[in-house]
């Protein structure tokens, strides 16, 4: 499907609620769907991923049921069964590697299919730990599918090379159901929304700066409310920054540390951002933001800070292309290794609608503040966070734009369109 987008004329007004996180929705139906008792789980994702986890849980035997438009209901005694077909993860990356945990320590064997960019993406960064805790798992070259002869695990003490919530999740998950402690170390600290939830649903679970450790645990439901994703609400906070005459209020946002990064380079940009009430619920925090258009200046992202907006930066590459001076965005090489090469693919698109931006091997430099000229066809590389970011790109841009596979924004946030168009005046 082609989008048309064009220049917005009055800038950007009113108030909005932002949906549901996808990362914590996809925990949410896992961890209670292994868990014994019921859950009530308010608020989640309508995006296509999170309800490929959801599908595959009811394919292992548990019982999820539609309560309300996001309201669903799991009951488990803990158990799954053997599924009668291969488990189809869609585009998500985090459904197949969390699951890969999960299925590790299984009684039974399964097969975990992909579409044609998750099959591209690596799966030894998880096959690799899991092997060393005692599951055979037989690959394409370390490609999906993957075949998951479920076994036994002895725990394992890992230091992952790569700062990645999925891996560490994955071996955690893998931890829940093993032999002796596991613990994970992770070279900077990503999302820690597994450590949290599988806490609150009673496993024996601590974190010491960057290592976690987990012991064999049984889980218990509990009703879960999910807080609003970050990673969506960043293509407003940059909308509403870079499009002149804009004042904005997004309700109930996740503002978990470990992933409020692009809120941090947006102080560092000189942003107007007011967070307005925090609360924490079901043990993350959440808040309502405030953001007014604003003079931005240019910025360094590279280190610790990379986990904590890794899904942001081809949004913040766009914000870049409006700060004065030169970003440079550095130590995000693994941003390849994503539903596209996102290194490639943001720099090559954006060079088309007139943006100074360049590619380096692990980012990208964006020399602003520049005005986009558009007026020509733009595509997505069949990921989500390409099209909402050319998206939000195009209503800078003076000459009308053509957004080409704008329907994968259905993979986190359906809803995108039509919460831009309520606040478009
Ligand atoms: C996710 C972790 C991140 C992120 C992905 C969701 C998660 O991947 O890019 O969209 O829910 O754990 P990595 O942890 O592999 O960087």
Not at 90 to 110: D, P, V, Y
Not at 154 to 173: F, H, M, R, T, W
Not at 305 to 332: H, M, S, W, Y
Not at 397 to 410: L, Q
């Amino acid at each position: 499907m082609t989008k048309k987008v064009e220049r917005v004329k009055e800038g950007l007004h009113g108030t909005i609620q932002i949906p549901a996180d996808k990362s914590i929705s996809h925990r949410a139906v896992m961890f209670s769907s292994i868990a014994k008792g019921k859950s009530i789980i308010k608020n989640f994702s309508k995006g296509q991923d999170p309800n490929s986890t959801l599908n595959i849980f009811k394919n292992l035997g548990v019982d999820i049921e539609y309560k309300g438009d996001s309201i669903i209901e799991v009951r488990s005694d803990g158990n799954l069964i053997e599924p009668s077909q291969d488990l189809d993860c869609g585009n998500s990356g985090t459904t197949m590697r969390l699951m890969c945990g999960i299925l590790a320590g299984q009684k039974f064997n399964t097969t975990m299919i992909g579409d044609e960019s998750l099959s591209k993406r690596p799966m030894k960064r998880v096959i690799e730990p899991l092997t060393r805790m005692g599951v055979e798992i037989i690959s394409k070259d370390n490609h999906a599918p993957l075949i998951i002869n479920g076994s036994k695990l002895n725990g394992i003490d890992y230091e992952s090379p790569i700062a990645s919530a999925q891996v560490k999740s994955c071996i955690l998950l893998a931890g829940l159901n093993a032999d002796g402690i596991t613990r994970v170390k992770e070279p900077y600290l990503s999302r820690n929304h597994t450590e949290l939830m599988l806490k609150y649903m009673g496993a024996d679970i601590t974190s010491d700066g960057l290592t976690v450790t987990i012991k064999k645990s049984t889980l218990t439901g509990k009703p879960i409310e999910i807080c609003g994703d970050i990673s969506s609400a960043a293509y407003f906070i940059t909308a509403a920054l870079i499009i002149p005459n804009s004042d904005i209020v997004l309700k109930n946002v996740g503002l978990n540390p470990t992933r409020t990064g692009i809120l941090e380079v947006c102080k560092k940009m000189g942003a107007d951002i007011e967070i307005l009430d925090e609360k924490t619920v079901s043990g993350e925090v959440s808040g309502d933001l405030r953001i007014r258009s604003s003079k931005l200046h240019a910025c360094e992202i590279s280190g610790e800070l990379i986990p904590k907006l890794i899904d942001e930066l081809p949004i913040i590459a766009v914000l870049a292309t409006q700060a004065e001076g030169t970003t440079t965005i550095r130590n995000a090489g693994d941003l390849r290794n994503k539903e596209s090469d996102r290194i490639t693919a943001t720099v090559t698109e954006l060079k088309k609608l007139g943006a100074d931006i360049e590619e380096l091997e692990d980012g990208f430099t964006i020399n602003g503040k520049k005005e986009l000229s558009g007026g020509c066809e733009v595509k997505t590389y069949h990921d989500h966070r390409l099209a909402m970011s050319l998206f939000v790109a195009g209503l800078i841009c003076k000459k009308e734009i053509a957004i080409d596979g704008f329907e994968w924004v259905n993979i986190s946030f359906p809803e995108f369109e039509a919460l831009f168009s309520k606040i478009i005046k």
